[in-house]
């Protein structure tokens, strides 16, 4: 199983940004998938769920309304859209599928 996240960087407050988890190794569609964070000094949190045809979606409540979760099958590919940014979303953001991890890819907002 590999899970290989891409898509942050730095935006100012109010920005957006489009997080991308490719995955391989397993099938895809067969998986829920999630997106966690995790700020500095902070304990790793779950942002936001999908089920595996994504029909079904769970959001934290702080980023209810702001983040959008999506998955495209056919690319074997998660999707975090983030919009109306704010400093507190500043973290790495981990895509997971079960047990399985990727990297990480650090979101940092600031003016």
């Known amino acids: 199983v590999q899970l290989v996240e891409s898509g942050g960087g730095l935006v100012q407050p109010g920005g957006s940004l489009r997080l991308s988890c490719a995955a391989s190794?397993?099938?895809?569609?067969?998986?829920?998938m999630s997106w966690y964070r995790q700020g500095l000094g902070k304990a790793r949190e779950l942002v936001a769920s999908i089920s595996g045809a994504g029909d079904s979606t769970y959001y934290a409540d702080s980023v209810k309304g702001r983040f959008t979760i999506s998955r495209d099958n056919a690319r074997n590919t998660l999707f975090l859209q983030m919009n109306s940014l704010k400093p507190e979303d500043t973290a790495v953001y981990f895509c997971k599928a079960r047990s399985y991890w990727g990297q990480g890819t650090q979101v940092t907002v600031s003016s």
């Open positions: 190794g397993f099938t895809f569609n067969t998986y829920a």
